[in-house]
């Protein structure tokens, strides 16, 4: 079997290329998150700490910092949609690789505290990232999706 299965794209099974896509789009989130973390210390003239990115008691609305963080994760959410447009380039794929980089980002921040996320405002913040991320990741791999695609050997349009 060739592997396309009547579709137009070929669909066959590339872990190496599917786990390459996990790092790739975590590493850039957490790259992204690093900069808006050192932003944050910047603004408020605090230590450069992992505690913005893992630790529970950051997200929060009681003051000004904890505010921000809660706005660098959301804009962090467009910087992993990006990433999935980027890096996947596949709409029916940005759910798969948006839930896993945030089941990751659980996993990482479970084990920086030590004990699994309990507080309201950290898996609020997470599912609102999550959703962010997926729906603007698809919403950018569609519209590249969709494009025409260009039949004829020139790029001039003929006219009939």
């Not at 137009?8 to 850039?28: H, M, N």
């Not at 529970?56 to 990433?83: P, Q, S, W």
């Amino acid at each position: 079997m060739n592997g396309t299965s009547g579709q137009f794209r070929k669909t066959t099974w590339d872990p190496f290329l599917i786990i390459s896509q996990i790092i790739a789009v975590q590493a850039v989130m957490y790259f992204c998150l690093g900069i808006w973390i050192w932003i944050i210390a910047s603004i408020l003239g605090s230590t450069k700490s992992l505690d913005y990115a893992f630790q529970y008691k950051e997200i929060h609305v009681r003051d000004f910092g904890g505010k921000m963080v809660i706005t660098f994760f959301m804009l962090n959410a467009l910087m992993g949609a990006l990433a999935l447009w980027w890096l996947v380039q596949r709409t029916k794929q940005c759910m798969d690789f948006a839930c896993t980089a945030h089941l990751i980002h659980l996993l990482c921040c479970w084990s920086y505290n030590g004990s699994f996320p309990t507080t309201f405002s950290w898996w609020c913040l997470n599912l609102v990232s999550l959703s962010i991320m997926c729906v603007c990741g698809e919403f950018l791999c569609m519209r590249t999706e969709l494009q025409a695609i260009p039949l004829g050997m020139n790029s001039q349009k003929t006219a009939l």
